[in-house]
């Protein structure tokens, strides 16, 4: 047909026929568009186009018997096919009914076996379900004997529990079991309208009353008395019912619900009222207060009765918390005996926490007992002051509590202390230890405020020795309340160094820093704020011997917490003092220098003799004079114990040295001046021994400065040549070594330092003392270089001190 359809359009390959072979031709669509042609010349001519559908129509019909004509032979063929094909149809039609005949005669012998197949499969159903009954009521009379073997109810036991043997000799365990197994067919199992199961039931849910009571009766009296070996029998029974966590949550919930109810007991005002009523006589109980407060005069019975419900709280505490700590080891210790999971495995599911049960219990314990005292001491002024007074009281009967626990557990109340529940549980009294912090440190405040009264906005008298005593008994009374607990004796510590902060800021207040009243020069009088000053002086150093003796038995780690405030009144005292030995420094260095004015030239007419005890050096009187008052009017006034010591070492220390720099400096220097200077060596050395002898110190204590002082008297007498050897000048001072050769040579020759560099012998002294040695003498040696080199002086010092 493709060839024939290609050989039309070749014949007729101007006609279109493409419009007529497709398969949505529309007739209507096709005349209007020929109507509408464009391209024709005669647009809308209906005669042409069906002129041209004729001729094509024609044109076909004549193609058509051309290929009728050419192929005619094919066509014949096919007409005989078809005949034959109808014979063959005609053949498998009559095959198809013949087959059909069959089926239906092999559906009719295959029905009846099939019928009565499927009625003994009905049959041996119903057999095998009255078997499978039967089996399941054979197996549930079997556990119904062994259960009444298990546990007869003839011998069991009162609900009062009296009858212990028969508890005890029943093996509940396996009795529960074999009531689980029994119970479960009952919910399994189609017992329906079997009478002999029926009538059993009744004697099956009495044996499970009275096991699940007995059970109960035994797991409690195992709790109350932390016996285990009960504890894991009521388990193990409960296990064997299906009900065991569900029971262990119930008593958990119990223990939980009596130690709250226990705690708004104890706070609970109007309880406490009657039973303060109940205590008291008639003629005391007072008149009735609407709002539960006690009157001023019996709240003492008040805080009795309040702090005996705390002592009972606490054993209840301890008590429950044991219970729950031996029922949860029981629990950890008991196994599934197939899968060996824990009985504290199941348990814990039920949790809502999911915690384990001392922590669920310590969780509630903690929330409950904050709220609780949060709300009463809220509501009540006096429960207010009752706890927050008597905090380490309450803190005590809680430490009761965890020792027992620590007990129970084997370790030691310092180990335990370190534990979540001992934190958790301290955490709850947050805001009564801070109400007892301020009201401590307010206690600690007071006596040092009465120490300091205050006279128009401002304190002007120092604290007397029984003021300060009792600051230090208010002090150590804080720490000796706090010291069984580390936690608040730590923070009780800590008020305490603010308390002696706060003593020593009063203690600022009152000193005098003005150097004026430190001028005994003149009438040589201890001046009013001078004499404050002592006494603020010898009460910081009462403070701090006292304090250290008050904290001294306390453990290292308080002392360590302590330790900055009791030296701050040490350190007070000694900067107080220091002024004070600066400012005596300087008054003596003043009298020192004045030997600048006594002559040791021997030129003056009134020479030294020193056979004549007025002839000796005016500085030196007064120098002891100026010693015998600062020993008797200023160091006598001191009750600092050995501190004065040190104080009168520096006063020593500094009068060598002063000296000694001095007298190296003098120039010139007689044979009359040398003895006059050798005199006052001694002088000075007498004075200062005795100075230093009332403190109990020896002039070998000071120092170096002794030694150059003891050196260079026999230095004095040596001819120069002789200053080069070194056991000469062993104990001498290079600086003074170095004055001491200049001094020997003529003015004009060697320069002495200060004149070198145009500066008072003072400001020398005091520029030596703030560089090193290596320093002053290069400052010195700038001097003896620019004189007389020639001197043998200069050499001398060159050669022991100049450049190598």
């Not at 035994?218 to 409960?238: P, R």
Request: with cysteine; glycine share 4%; proline share 3%.
């Amino acid at each position: 047909m493709a060839s024939a359809l290609e050989d039309l359009q070749e014949a007729d390959h101007y006609i279109n026929y493409d419009a007529f072979l497709s398969d949505d031709f529309d007739v209507n669509e096709y005349v209007n568009s020929a109507m509408n042609d464009p391209d024709s010349s005669e647009a809308g001519d209906a005669a042409t186009a069906l002129a041209k559908l004729s001729f094509n129509v024609d044109s076909l019909e004549k193609q058509i018997k051309d290929q009728v004509t050419s192929n005619n032979e094919v066509l014949l063929k096919q007409v005989v096919g078809i005949r034959e094909l109808e014979i063959v149809l005609q053949t498998v039609n009559e095959s198809i009914e013949s087959l059909k005949q069959s089926l239906a005669s092999l559906r009719q012998r295959i029905r009846s076996p099939k019928e009565s197949l499927q009625s003994y499969i009905s049959q041996l159903e119903r057999i095998s379900s009255a078997a499978d009954i039967l089996r399941e009521v054979h197996r549930f009379l079997h556990l119904s004997r062994r259960l009444e073997l298990q546990y007869p109810l003839d011998q069991s036991s009162g609900a009062d529990g009296t009858d212990s043997k028969v508890t005890a000799e029943r093996d509940l365990s396996k009795a529960a079991l074999t009531l689980s197994e029994l119970q479960q067919m009952l919910v399994t199992c189609d017992f329906a309208d079997i009478d002999i199961i029926d009538q059993m039931r009744p004697d099956i849910e009495k044996i499970h009353t009275r096991i699940f009571e007995e059970a109960d009766r035994v797991l409690q009296h195992g709790i109350d008395t932390q016996n285990q070996a009960e504890i894991a029998v009521g388990l193990q029974v409960f296990y064997n019912l299906k009900y065991m966590a569900q029971k262990a949550n119930e008593i958990v919930n119990v223990i939980i619900e009596d130690v709250v109810k226990n705690i708004k007991h104890v706070v609970n005002m109007q309880s406490i009222q009657k039973e303060v009523k109940g205590l008291m006589p008639a003629s005391n109980a007072g008149p009735r207060r609407v709002n539960n407060e006690p009157t001023f005069g019996n709240q003492a019975v008040w805080a009795q009765t309040v702090w005996g419900r705390i002592e009972k709280l606490v054993d209840v505490f301890s008590d429950s918390c044991i219970k729950i700590k031996v029922l949860e080891r029981v629990l950890d210790i008991k196994r599934d005996p197939i899968t060996h999971v824990p009985f504290l495995d199941e348990v814990v599911k039920l949790m809502e926490d999911g915690s384990s049960l001392v922590n669920h219990f310590w969780r509630v314990l903690s929330v409950n007992f904050e709220r609780e005292i949060r709300e009463a001491t809220k509501a009540s002024v006096f429960l207010q002051n009752t706890l927050i007074g008597e905090y380490p009281k309450l803190l005590r009967y809680l430490h009761t509590f965890f020792s027992r626990v620590a007990i129970h557990d084997g370790i030691p109340l310092s180990e335990y202390s370190q534990s979540p529940e001992y934190v958790i549980m301290l955490r709850t009294l947050s805001n009564l230890e801070s109400g007892f912090l301020a009201r401590s440190l307010n206690r600690m405040y007071e006596p040092i405020n009465a120490a300091f009264p205050s006279y128009g906005g401002a304190s002007r008298v120092p604290a007397g020795r029984t003021e300060n005593l009792l600051v230090v008994r208010a002090i150590s009374s804080e720490l000796e309340m706090a010291k069984f607990d580390n936690t608040l004796i730590r923070a009780v510590a800590k008020n305490a160094v603010k308390a002696m902060n706060m003593y020593n800021v009063k203690c600022e207040t009152l000193v005098n820093y003005d150097p004026a009243i430190y001028n005994i020069s003149q009438n040589k009088m201890i001046s009013t704020p001078l004499s404050m000053n002592f006494s603020i002086v010898n009460g910081l150093y009462f403070m701090y011997q006292s304090m250290w003796k008050a904290i001294e038995e306390f453990p290292d780690a308080i002392i360590d917490v302590m330790k900055d405030g009791v030296e701050g009144f040490r350190r007070l005292m000694l900067s107080i003092v220091q002024q004070l030995i600066e400012a005596v420094k300087k008054d003596l260095d003043s009298v020192l220098l004045g030997m600048e004015k006594d002559d040791f030239s021997g030129s003056s007419q009134r020479a030294y003799d020193p056979t004549d005890e007025n002839s000796g050096s005016a500085y030196i009187a007064e120098l002891l004079d100026r010693l015998r008052f600062i020993q008797l009017e200023m160091f006598g006034r001191f009750s600092c114990g050995t501190e004065p010591r040190s104080w009168a070492m520096q006063i020593a220390q500094r009068i060598v040295h002063v000296f000694i720099f001095q007298t190296s400096l003098i120039r010139p220097l007689s044979e009359v001046g040398k003895l006059k200077l050798a005199a006052d060596m001694a002088q000075l050395e007498f004075a200062v021994s005795q100075f230093l002898s009332d403190h109990g110190v020896t002039l070998d204590q000071i120092g170096d400065g002794y030694k150059a002082l003891r050196a260079i008297r026999p230095l004095l007498f040596l001819d120069t040549s002789q200053l080069s050897a070194a056991h000469h000048t062993a104990n001498v001072p290079a600086i003074i070594l170095i004055h001491h050769l200049i001094g020997r040579s003529a003015p004009s020759s060697l320069p002495l330092p200060h004149k070198h560099h145009h500066m008072s012998k003072m400001d020398y002294m005091n520029w030596v003392d703030k560089h090193t040695e290596k320093e002053a003498i290069e400052f010195a040696l700038e001097g003896v270089k620019a004189g007389d080199s020639k001197q043998l002086e200069y050499r001398l010092i060159m050669d022991l001190y100049g450049p190598k």
